[in-house]
């Protein structure tokens, strides 16, 4: 009998800090202490405090070990589950101040679990919410927590306008970035007649920073194939295809457990739940292009070509994968739908603001105590989400801006931080929802570097086939380079804006027209910032390298001669206990005198 | 798969599996597990809380879970129930099969077993 279980997660960024070892040595140390019998060692889904992995928590205690490494697991088994005495060093100690209050004698790990955290309490988990909880590899977990019931009421109980009628009115909207209502999308598709229709999921995430559909697919891949399914009966098609990146390997091998699984449960195939309904399912891997995240290059990679956009109309509910009416929903869109059927489009109405319903998945990163997955309900502050559950922003930095939507997204700066976040709010500050990266900044980032960075990857990815994307985006990289040398006019800033206005205008797809907004925002909340770049030819955060000088204060310098040691290119002079001097003609601004000099010296600006 | 029922089949039968990890019922029964614990048979005792659980169907009611040393070893195998809104009921000197009582008469009937309880052990 099982009296006790100890979950290991197994997504990318624990497996990257060690998981897999503390895995096996679990494993091992439970037999060894002849608790096999009794000890259930499971491998999970992200539970989304990827700066803490690798996570192992221990039920049903609840308790959360973070960092944990293979030398950990003998303590762990002896101490915990043989003693029931739990190692305190390695519990995750940032609990919420209420649950501190409850608990009137002080702090007791051993009465404090996972969802006490303050991390883990503010959140509200819809899409992640087997993730962490199940082990991705089996099906029969997901049946114990309520899987393919959802496709079973659908497949008995609801017609395909039922079925689109509960996702339109729960208000569930396009996940990966654009937000478009996700039921209107699906009656477009049903409306169409054609002898053949396919559904599409897009796994290709692309974004820099963005790793929550990822996330969804390692941690509950079984969650897509039940919603694609879904999706199909709705609109009327029995084939499916699973566009996602081949730098997924993770995610990939646990589409295919999952798919094989469901097949062999006839949950897949033909004939579901004796219904007379057939769907399959296939993957298709990507490369790694950006541009095939739109969902016409997506397609057209899916039949083989090159991924390159087509121009809209017709859309892909008319016209899509092979010429047939199509639709093409994010992973997060469809992770949320098995739980609308189930628990109905009033739940999830309930969750959010006005115009944007249910939650969203984002994942933090940047300068941010607690990079991990977090998702909570629309309509929360992002106050709420870097200071408390990101733990705020380290090494007593001050918050400057939160980049959302990655190259196609725009910056909130720290005067907008009480924003709640919600698509209709982002998109009226000039901002936008994204696929859910969220980039967080310190007074360290230089804004028109960061624009500079989101440029140089869009002239990397744009496709070509259009010019005002393959030579605009070039154009204002150029631009952006000559203003970080120290070379920009404040012509150059006007020229910027138009050139942005004209591309987002005039290309093809989502990749072009949504390409300039990490300059237009980056204009729009810090132009003081590019002008101290173009007037007074400094860079205020220290970061362009062109603009930056290091400078030796003589009243300072005692001559220890340690800056003139650990210069790599002997750029700086002086004698022993005199004032030392850079020459700058010479500097290539490393920082190593900076970090070297035990006075405070240095000073760069 | 042909039915709903073949689903619901494959549900309860993995239930069980993953209820541990919903968190804690109303009822808490926590087993000291201490080195002092463990020399007194506490092994025995804490397998024997799971598996009567399991089979009275509590398990969505009942956590049973495990601690250190609560400080009276000539009185183990310790075992404390909680419930939210009662008082806390030590039981002392516990067996498999006392266990199994317990879980019978105190988890299921919600009468308290007081011969076994430190409350009687120290009168």
Redesign the interface.
Known sequence: MIRSQVLVCGGTGCTSSGSKAVLAAFEEEIVKQGLDEEIKIVPTGCFGLCERGPVVIVYPEGTFYSRVQKDDVAEIVEEHLLKGRIVERLVYKDVAEDVKTELKDGFDPSKVSLNDTIFYKSQKRVALRNCGVINPESIDEYIAVDGYAALGKVLTEMTPEEVIKVVSDSGLRGRGGGGFPTGRKWSFTAANQADQKYVVCNADEGDPGAFMDRSVLEGDPHCIVEAMTICGYATGATEGYIYVRAEYPIAVKRLEIAIEQAKEYGLLGDNIFDSGFSFNLHIRLGAGAFVCGEETALMTSIEGNRGEPRPRPPYPAVKGLFGKPTTENNVETFANIPQIILKGADWFASMGTERSKGTKVFALGGKITNTGLVEIPMGTTLRKVIEEIGGGVPNGKKFKAAQTGGPSGGCIPASLIDTEIDYDNLTAIGCMMGSGGLIVMDEDNCMVDIAKFFLNFTVDESCGKCAPCRIGTMRMKEILEKITEGNGTLEDLDKLEELALYIKENSLCGLGQTAPNPVLATLKFFRDEYEAHVVDHKCPAGVCKALLNYTIIADKCKGCTKCARNCPVGAISGQVKQPHVIDNSVCIKCGACMDNCSFGAIIKG | ????AE?AA??E???D??V??E??GDIRVV?????C??AAGARPV??A???KV?EAGLTDKV??????CIGVCQFEPVVEVFEAGKEKVTYVKMTAEKAAEVVEKHLKGGEVISEYTITNAIS
């Open positions: 798969m042909k039915s709903l689903l494959i549900r039968k993995m239930k599996k993953v541990l990890r968190g804690s087993v000291g597990m201490a080195t614990g463990i804490l397998n809380f799971v598996e399991n956590t049973v879970s495990q601690t250190g």
